[in-house]
């Protein structure tokens, strides 16, 4: 059976692909869950990726050259996060930290020329360090972020690029984003590097990761949100077009 006859099969019987790739739905489910507060319930999550997988069965085309996992995993993922986004669970305090620690990251950079330290980061926003970490704290559990959430702008900081297929300048749009935010990536402080890339390539969770840098989880926590919050403001001239 070719692909397109093994799709279109499995298009036709909707538990074919639940049976198949019901692990993925609950992997990435487990995944989002660490960065989640303690009210949400993985079977919330799992039942709202279940309709993703289902959504990237009946739109995937093999012809475009991703695997069929690829494309449910992000289908999944974003199916979760706009369900999780409707129930507006998170307080708008946290929105305005988000935004405040990203702007506060830039101001600092473009003045000193280099990576924007903790403590350069909470003199800027004249808070104690204590302060600062519980800020990281609190916006990295309200955001679902992740480096390609980075593709869009919305009036928290942050958005999802999902939705019906892009146009051919959109793809080109996305490919060039993409090219830079690679390039964004290198320039970050090497220990900040390594957390985004155990946290988003190799899937491992906080505990993991702590382990591997020999750092408690909440520090890893907070490692990931500064990271993030300095991309965006490296980014400021793509996200805010």
Same mark, same amino acid.
């Given at each position: 059976? =070719?692909?397109?006859?093994? *799709?279109?099969s499995? &298009?036709?019987?909707?538990? =074919?692909?639940?049976e198949?790739?019901?692990?993925?739905?609950?992997?990435?489910?487990?995944?989002?869950?660490?960065?989640?507060?303690?009210?949400?319930q993985?079977?919330?999550l799992?039942?709202?990726?279940?309709?993703?997988?289902?959504? !990237?069965?009946? %739109?995937?085309?093999?012809? /475009?050259?991703?695997s069929? #996992?690829?494309? !449910?995993?992000? $289908?999944?993922?974003?199916?979760?996060?706009?369900?999780?986004?409707?129930?507006?669970?998170?307080? $708008?305090s946290?929105?305005?930290?988000? $935004?405040?620690?990203?702007?506060?990251?830039?101001?600092?950079?473009?003045r000193?020329?280099?990576?924007? /330290?903790?403590?350069?980061?909470a003199? #800027?926003?004249?808070?104690?360090? %204590?302060?600062y970490?519980?800020?990281?704290?609190?916006?990295?559990?309200?955001?679902?972020?992740?480096?390609?959430?980075?593709?869009? =702008?919305?009036?928290?900081?942050?958005?999802?690029?999902?939705?019906e297929?892009?146009?051919?300048? !959109?793809v080109?749009?996305? !490919?060039r984003?993409?090219a830079?935010?690679a390039?964004?990536? /290198?320039?970050?402080?090497?220990?900040?590097?390594?957390?985004?890339?155990?946290? *988003?390539? #190799?899937e491992? %969770?906080?505990?993991?990761?702590?382990?591997?840098?020999?750092?408690?989880?909440?520090?890893?926590? &907070?490692?990931?949100? &500064?990271?993030?919050h300095?991309? $965006?403001?490296r980014?400021?001239?793509?996200?805010?077009?």
């Open positions: 059976m =070719n692909k397109a006859s093994a *799709y279109s499995i &298009q036709q019987h909707p538990n =074919n692909i639940v198949e790739y019901g692990f993925l739905v609950k992997r990435i489910a487990h995944h989002l869950l660490l960065r989640l507060p303690a009210s949400v993985v079977d919330d799992i039942q709202s990726g279940m309709i993703g997988l289902l959504d !990237a069965a009946r %739109n995937f085309d093999g012809s /475009k050259g991703a069929f #996992e690829t494309y !449910a995993g992000i $289908r999944i993922r974003g199916s979760m996060i706009d369900e999780m986004r409707r129930g507006d669970w998170v307080p $708008r946290v929105h305005k930290n988000g $935004r405040s620690i990203a702007t506060a990251i830039d101001k600092v950079e473009k000193t020329g280099s990576d924007a /330290k903790d403590t350069d980061v003199e #800027e926003l004249d808070v104690s360090l %204590n302060e970490h519980a800020m990281l704290m609190d916006v990295n559990s309200g955001h679902i972020l992740a480096v390609e959430d980075l593709t869009a =702008n919305d009036e928290d900081g942050y958005s999802i690029c999902e939705g297929q892009s146009s051919p300048s !959109a080109m749009t996305d !490919a984003f993409q830079a935010l390039e964004c990536i /290198k320039t970050l402080p090497e220990r900040e590097s390594l957390v985004l890339s155990l946290y *988003y390539d #190799e491992l %969770n906080l505990r993991e990761i702590g382990e591997v840098l020999s750092v408690s989880e909440s520090r890893v926590s &907070q490692i990931h949100s &500064q990271a993030m300095r991309v $965006r403001s980014m400021h001239a793509w996200l805010d077009d």
